[in-house]
């Protein structure tokens, strides 16, 4: 090889390593905009979180008994059912903008509500107005959050939204410490009242900031589109390459250079999109919303939000009797869930979505079995032994670290990611449905397992639940870790298998 053809190969490969070095870097402006975004995934956290210590004050003060605390527990999840069913279709009519405006206008009343809450009935109503906040955000917070990101660190940006949700849930236990030793009358309604504030500034927020380009792309509106791809990529060439390809997925030629290019109007507001994923589905879109529900679901049955919702009670049985003392170990358990949250969105996009699923849903398994193990001992004891209660409290905070590193986060970052765009709010707003019926189904009967087949019974029978889990993910789930959101079609192709994907993937990454 002569001097020169050497030195245009070197000049290639250092323009390369240009290149993919760029494509890595983190966009400070598509950060900002989900940073904005997961205002409203921490909203929904605290207002998770903050019930489990406010319900003992609620219970204190208004004298409402167990099924009253099982529904107020689990009213929020219940209301949020029709707000999913509609959240798709109004993000792809309205826009992923307005929609989390619309979902933080209604999550505010819900809080003035809650917050006022001189009896039971008006508590049920603040929550219910919440929860279908909460329908929204489930569903608008990943799927904006998606559409804006790189490929290379989509996976980060993506799980923003529950990293977020779990500060909220911690922020709620530790309002729940602290608000608690105020007058009981004050306490748990300033414990309520807090995500008034929040709410107002993500309305604000999302007035300045871009709409998602896929959406704007949807209506026809690629110069706009083109415009949001030139802030949130890092290189005018990356921008322009996106917009290709999302112009293909939406059907438009590549090739047109028009700003304001016709699309059918049923491709604007989603039309068909149910149909297209229940009644006729293709092999690939039929195996995705599989993949997409069974995640959700498992996320859900593993019996986490259970023990979030329900911590108070749980330590109870260990032995701990203090109000106090109680609150302190549920913020503990937040500590637990966020920071390990926090960590597995730095590991998304280096070790994958599928291995972090198996890592977790293993770890869950083998901590439930030795808790139903600790708990059927302590049980057989006529004394609560220390060694019992500091196990259980250990072990809890164990599951919910292994819970936030895998089930938790990758579950709504690989099912925002695999539908295809014409599906994705809606194919999102299915799975998210899914997922709050099986958390009402958690929440409404944990009290009420536990009693009947006691604390023991109860985790092993979420160790069985979690054990098929795994053979879920190992058997099912290809890997999508730095793939393009148009290419997840091909990913789940009729014949293609999980260990033949992630070779591929592994290659196309280099």
Not at 313 to 319: A, I, M, N, P, S
Not at 449 to 457: A, C, E, R, S
Request: glycine share 10%; aromatic share 8%.
């Amino acid at each position: 090889m002569s001097m020169k053809n050497e030195t245009n190969v070197v000049h290639m490969e250092l323009e390369d390593g240009v290149n993919e070095k760029s494509r890595r870097k983190l966009n400070t402006y598509a950060c900002a905009c989900v940073m904005a975004v997961t205002i409203i995934s921490a909203i929904f956290g605290y207002v998770t979180g903050v019930m489990a210590g406010a319900l003992l004050f609620i219970k204190e003060e208004l004298g409402i008994n167990d099924m009253q605390v099982q529904l107020l527990g689990g009213i929020l999840n219940v209301c949020a059912l029709p707000a999913c069913m509609v959240a798709g279709r109004t993000s792809d009519y309205v826009g992923r903008r307005y929609t989390i405006i619309l979902s933080a206008v209604i999550l505010l009343l819900g809080s003035i509500l809650m917050g006022y809450g001189p009896s039971f009935p008006i508590l049920m109503i603040g929550r219910c107005t919440a929860g279908f906040g909460v329908g929204f955000a489930l569903i608008i917070a990943p799927v904006y959050s998606t559409e804006i990101s790189l490929p290379s660190n989509r996976g980060f940006l993506t799980s923003l939204p529950d990293v977020s949700l779990n500060v909220g849930l911690l922020i709620g236990y530790v309002s729940n410490y602290f608000l608690g030793k105020l007058p009981l009358k004050l306490g748990w309604r300033l414990m309520l009242a807090i995500p008034v504030i929040p709410s107002l500034v993500l309305i604000i927020l999302m007035l300045k900031l871009a709409e998602s380009p896929r959406w704007l792309v949807m209506q026809g509106r690629v110069g706009e589109a083109r415009k949001v791809l030139l802030l949130v990529s890092n290189s005018k060439e990356e921008a322009e390459q996106r917009l290709k390809e999302i112009k293909s997925a939406v059907g438009i030629d590549e090739s047109c250079t028009k700003d304001i290019v016709h699309v059918p109007e049923k491709t604007r507001n989603g039309e068909g999109a149910l149909r297209e994923l229940f009644v006729k589905p293709s092999p690939p879109v039929r195996r995705i919303l599989i993949a997409a529900i069974g995640v959700h679901v498992f996320q859900q049955i593993c019996g986490i939000e259970g023990i979030c919702i329900y911590s108070p009670r749980v330590f109870e049985k260990t032995g701990i009797t203090s109000k106090s003392n109680l609150l302190l170990a549920t913020v503990g358990l937040g500590i637990s869930q966020a920071v390990f949250t926090f960590i597995s969105a730095f590991l998304l996009d280096r070790v994958g979505r599928r291995i972090l699923l198996l890592i977790s849903s293993g770890g869950v398994v083998v901590t439930l079995l030795g808790l139903s193990f600790c708990s059927f001992i302590m049980q057989q004891s006529k004394e609560e032994p220390l060694w019992g209660i500091s196990f259980t409290i250990v072990a809890i905070y164990i599951f919910v670290a292994f819970v936030a590193i895998g089930i938790g986060p990758v579950t709504w970052v690989y099912s925002s990611e695999i539908f295809p765009l014409r599906l994705r709010a809606q194919g999102l707003g299915v799975c998210v449905l899914v997922n709050r019926l099986a958390n009402v189904a958690v929440l409404t009967s944990f009290i009420s397992i536990y009693k009947t087949i006691t604390v023991g019974g109860s985790f092993l029978l979420y160790t069985v639940i979690t054990a098929c889990a795994w053979w879920f993910y190992y058997s099912y789930l290809p890997e999508t870790k730095g793939r393009s959101l148009e290419d997840m079609e091909s990913i789940f192709g009729k014949n293609s298998k999980p260990e033949k994907q992630i070779n591929a993937a592994q290659v196309n990454n280099g």
